[in-house]
């Protein structure tokens, strides 16, 4: 069993930046890949970032250019650097894992934490 632990999470002004972690309890070809997931009150769970054990990383439209997703392999920590936030990135974020980056449909990860809150204040 994968177990997932967010942290990183708070409060930032418009134009700030933030970086979250999400550390994994162990290296299995069970999350072979990684992301983040955001849901902000009201609206369905957003595909944020993706990355593959190798490397290949996959972006949202919406983030594209202002996020970066990193990972360290001997931590078994993925990063998700986020730089230019707008209020609109307000959301509870969390983090999966699966075998494979099924890109943004959350139902294809069995793995998920428990989520770090992000608010961006105009």
């Known amino acids: 069993q994968v177990q997932l632990v967010e942290s990183g999470g708070g409060s930032v002004q418009a134009g700030g930046s933030l970086r979250l972690s999400c550390a994994a309890s162990e290296y299995t070809y069970s999350r072979n890949c990684m992301a983040w997931f955001r849901q902000a009150p009201g609206k369905e769970r957003e595909g944020v970032a993706a990355?593959?054990?190798?490397?290949?990383?996959y972006y949202g439209d919406s983030v594209k250019g202002r996020f970066t997703i990193s990972q360290d392999n001997a931590k078994n920590t993925v990063y998700l650097q986020m730089n230019s936030l707008k209020p609109e990135d307000t959301a509870m974020y969390y983090c999966?894992?699966?075998?494979?980056?099924?890109?943004?449909?959350?139902?294809?990860?069995?793995?998920w934490g428990q989520g770090t809150q992000v608010t961006v204040s105009s």
């Open positions: 999966a894992a699966d075998t494979l980056c099924a890109r943004w449909d959350p139902a294809s990860y069995r793995y």
């Open positions: 990355i593959y054990r190798t490397g290949t990383a």
